[in-house]
């Protein structure tokens, strides 16, 4: 039988019990809340914008199908992925310039930019070298391994882009060459349209097959 004293002791000890956990709660929440706070009150952070670089841009010619290399100044991402995305957006916002060599509008210049007309940039190893069993590329091809670049057009650009062998090569061309001349790890390139395959960009330029980077200085004549 339990005596008093050990009836006692153990009241006794089941308050202390309760006392510590109500204290134990209690000083959680204060911590919280102080945390809470010094969130609340901490400024938010910033993106530190990257700092500005030479990149060039390979800028096509309608008139006599060439490609002139153009140096800009860009402000561009860390990781591949943005950087190469960077650069074609604003490689197609020239084509929609007033004085533009090669003209291109339509809804994905609908804001005046070139973002629109991207939908994502793809990186990957290249593990093998492509084989092409299309027609024959207008771009000198290469056994090189490196990176594929898979180029992902809105539907917006494709319908933007007026049709013709030419002026939807010269895009391509334009395309390739930027990537390669800013990214020269960048040995192949694919293109998707709304992140599909599609067989041509505007009804010519052949989209099903992989274009192997090794010189675009050369365009269609």
Do not use: C, W
């Amino acid at each position: 039988m339990i005596s008093r004293v050990q009836r006692i002791l153990f009241a006794a000890l089941l308050i202390a019990i309760v006392v510590m956990a109500a204290l134990l709660i209690r000083l959680r929440e204060r911590a919280q809340d102080r945390l809470h706070v010094v969130q609340d009150s901490a400024p938010p952070a910033e993106t530190a914008p990257s700092a500005p670089q030479t990149v060039t841009l390979v800028i096509p010619n309608d008139l006599d199908g060439s490609l002139q290399n153009v140096q800009r100044s860009l402000s561009l991402p860390a990781d591949d992925s943005g950087k190469a995305r960077a650069l074609l957006e604003d490689l197609l916002e020239t084509f929609h310039e007033p004085h533009s060599t090669h003209p291109i509008s339509g809804p994905a210049f609908a804001n005046g930019r070139g973002d629109a007309a991207i939908e994502n940039v793809f990186l990957m190893p290249v593990l093998h070298s492509a084989s092409d069993g299309g027609a024959a590329s207008p771009i000198p091809q290469s056994n090189d391994s490196g990176t594929l670049a898979v180029v992902d057009f809105s539907a917006a650009f494709a319908a933007s882009q007026p049709s013709g062998i030419e002026p939807e090569t010269l895009t391509l061309l334009s395309i390739i060459g930027t990537l390669h001349a800013n990214m020269p790890s960048i040995t192949q390139v694919r293109f998707l349209v709304d992140g599909r395959p599609a067989p041509t960009l505007a009804g010519h330029a052949d989209l099903t097959r992989t274009y192997l980077v090794t010189d675009t200085t050369t365009g269609p004549k």
